[in-house]
């Protein structure tokens, strides 16, 4: 069964950092992009950043320059260095990694969501 398990979410003051971990169990290769998203209140989910497994990045233009998506593919783990944090990157942030089955199709999977609050 593919778990995925996040951790380093917190409250944090303006400006502050976080690290945002997620470990995936259960798959152990056929691993394609791991990425991160976020919900706030009362928005939808966004993406915030992808890794491919090459390594390639993307990221929201609200985040560019600030955070950095990260993977360890031995450890199957992703991560997200927050840094320069504001009160709008307050969110419930989500893992998502993707299954590659074959060229058109995939399946996704979600971690259970971390809340990261930044207020002062």
């Known amino acids: 069964q593919v778990q995925l398990v996040e951790s380093g979410g917190g409250l944090v003051q303006p400006g502050g950092s976080l690290r945002l971990s997620c470990a995936a169990s259960g798959i152990s290769f056929n691993i394609d992009s791991m990425g991160w998203y976020r919900q706030g209140p009362g928005k939808q989910r966004e993406l915030v950043a992808t890794i491919t497994a090459v390594g390639s990045t993307n990221y929201a233009d609200s985040v560019k320059g600030r955070f950095t998506i990260s993977r360890d593919n031995a450890k199957n783990t992703v991560y997200l260095q927050m840094n320069s944090l504001k009160p709008e990157d307050t969110a419930v942030y989500y893992c998502?990694?993707?299954?590659?089955?074959?060229?058109?199709?995939?399946?996704?999977?979600w971690g259970q969501g971390t809340q990261v609050t930044v207020s002062s």
């Open positions: 998502n990694v993707v299954r590659r089955i074959i060229l058109n199709k995939r399946v996704d999977y």
